[in-house]
């Protein structure tokens, strides 16, 4: 199985300043053949299940602010909040769907208010 | 507006079995290949199993951990996925979501998909 990892575990941003989350694949979730990264971001807050933020490594899901913003190809990608807001306080994964249907997400990283 | 709505868990005690069921409203259920993932208390998520929609074959994938205990079948013309689970331990304890599998990429009839809709989950508890 592709192994996701995760950095940092936590941090905390005051408000309004910028959040980074970096995930890394064991292996390329690159398909060559469409060249797209098979990566998606979920949001997850306390007791509610996860939600789908970002697809194809960098592709913003309808209705997910524009202050979120995915990058990065190959084995390493990041998450950006570019302006953290209190409601954006929750635990982000990384999941890979390179290997269908053997999906593995990250180990998450959790988002506080400094 | 898209609804999937899991139901079903509960407390069991190791070796018995439990029938989780995940009804889905607000899409064409039949067209959609439906996934479940667990989170134990505190815990990360863990893909469970994935059955993919008739047109796709209506197969079946289940993570290591639960193969040959766990089956996974779903109902097009009622809109339900169940989960089967068998044999329970301690540690299956988790929360269980089910999810819509929505396809990104499909060539020679594989596919690719990532979850776009996620139920609250279903709490089962495993213990004595």
């Known amino acids: 199985d592709i192994v996701m990892t995760q950095s940092p575990d936590s941090l905390a941003v005051s408000l309004g300043e910028r959040a980074t989350i970096n995930c890394k694949s064991s292996?390329?979730?690159?398909?060559?053949?469409?060249?797209?990264?098979?990566l998606a971001w979920y949001q997850q807050k306390p007791g509610q299940p996860p939600k789908l933020l970002i697809y194809?490594?960098?592709t913003r899901e309808s209705g997910v602010p524009d202050r979120f913003s995915g990058s990065g190809s190959g084995t390493d990608f990041t998450l950006t909040i570019s302006s953290l807001q209190a409601e954006d306080v929750a635990i982000y994964y990384c999941?890979?769907?390179?290997?269908?249907?053997?999906?593995?997400f990250g180990p998450g990283t959790k988002v506080d208010i400094k | 507006e898209v609804q999937l709505v899991e139901s079903g868990g509960g407390l069991v005690q190791p070796g018995r079995s439990l029938r989780l069921s995940c009804t889905a409203s607000?899409?064409?259920?039949?067209?959609?290949?439906m996934s479940w993932f667990r989170q134990a208390p505190g815990k990360g998520l863990e893909w469970v199993g994935f059955?993919?929609?008739?047109?796709?074959?209506?197969?079946?994938e289940y993570a290591a951990s639960v193969k040959d205990r766990f089956t996974i079948s779903r109902d097009d013309s009622q809109s339900i996925a169940y989960l089967q689970m068998n044999s329970l331990k301690t540690d299956d304890t988790a929360v269980y979501y089910c999810?819509?599998?929505?396809?990104?990429?499909?060539?020679?009839?594989?596919?690719?998909?990532?979850?776009?809709?996620w139920g609250q989950g279903t709490l089962v508890t495993v213990s004595s």
């Open positions: 999810s819509r599998a929505r396809s990104g990429y499909c060539t020679g009839g594989v596919c690719s998909y990532y979850f776009d809709y």
């Open positions: 607000g899409f064409t259920f039949s067209s959609y290949a």
């Open positions: 059955i993919r929609s008739k047109a796709y074959g209506g197969t079946t």
């Open positions: 292996q390329s979730v690159l398909y060559s053949s469409n060249n797209k990264n098979y």
């Open positions: 194809w490594a960098s």
């Open positions: 999941q890979q769907y390179y290997s269908t249907p053997r999906f593995t």
